[in-house]
């Protein structure tokens, strides 16, 4: 028995995607049952990289085929879909469940920006697109189709953001490497602010600007410099005078 046709039944009898991890899983539980025969023994140690070949394998055979359904990798787990002309009669037999709203233009010109220059800040977003983004920013992360991805190293420490689990799965694609290439994109300049002086990760050792406790010389009369005692209200230019007692 072949490592494919295992992986085959259990994508197909699957509930729902499977990535290459949790098909390790499955084989590695498989061979510890009590009772497990040899043949799932043989497959307990099977490498991460020698399932991801047999899935790709498998779904190039299934595509050569030409079966009414085909596996697919979104977001990194494999799942079968039926192909996209049967679409008519799946509707009458399962009905249609309600989707999401679609992203209006705005928030699609916003998530390729985010997607192309991850980490980003809202700052440069807004550089890039010439409006704000507040309202736009919040229905990307209510949909989780964007995350924030920490703070950035420059002043003010602002936040970055990324594209969130949603993402991969609303675009149908297997990871990021899968997007359509947007050179023009990507060479677009922003302007950041500059950097912070550490000498630690997430640490900012900047010097605080010196606090000024004795007044400037040009602001004290000349004529009081030599006495001993402290020089009078009125011979400091622009202070106020003190009430005796």
Aim: with cysteine; glycine share 6%; charged share 25%.
């Amino acid at each position: 028995m072949e490592l494919k046709s295992i992986l085959e039944v259990l994508l197909f009898t699957s509930s729902k995607p499977l990535s290459p991890v949790e098909l390790r899983d499955v084989l590695t539980r498989a061979a510890d049952e009590e009772g497990a025969e040899e043949l799932a023994k043989a497959f307990r140690k099977a490498p991460l990289e020698n399932i991801v070949e047999a899935l790709e394998v498998l779904a190039a055979e299934h595509d050569a085929a030409g079966r009414s359904y085909r596996l697919i990798c979104i977001a990194g787990s494999w799942q079968f879909v039926t192909q996209p002309e049967f679409a008519p009669w799946l509707k009458t037999l399962l009905g249609v469940k309600s989707r999401p709203a679609r992203l209006s233009q705005p928030a699609l010109e916003t998530l390729a920006i985010i997607a192309y220059r991850q980490p980003i800040t809202r700052s440069e977003i807004e550089q890039i697109r010439g409006v704000a983004v507040d309202g736009v920013m919040g229905t990307l992360k209510e949909r989780n189709l964007v995350v924030e991805a920490g703070r950035a190293d420059v002043i003010g420490r602002p936040m970055q953001f990324a594209t969130g689990p949603a993402f991969l799965e609303y675009f149908g694609l297997a990871n990021l490497d899968a997007l359509p290439a947007a050179s023009e994109l990507r060479r677009i300049p922003v302007q950041r602010p500059d950097a912070l002086m550490t000498v630690d990760n997430h640490l900012a050792t900047a010097p605080a600007e010196p606090v000024q406790t004795e007044l400037p010389v040009e602001q004290v009369d000349p004529s009081v410099m030599d006495s001993p005692h402290d020089p009078k209200p009125e011979m400091v230019e622009g202070a106020e005078p003190r009430l005796p007692g």
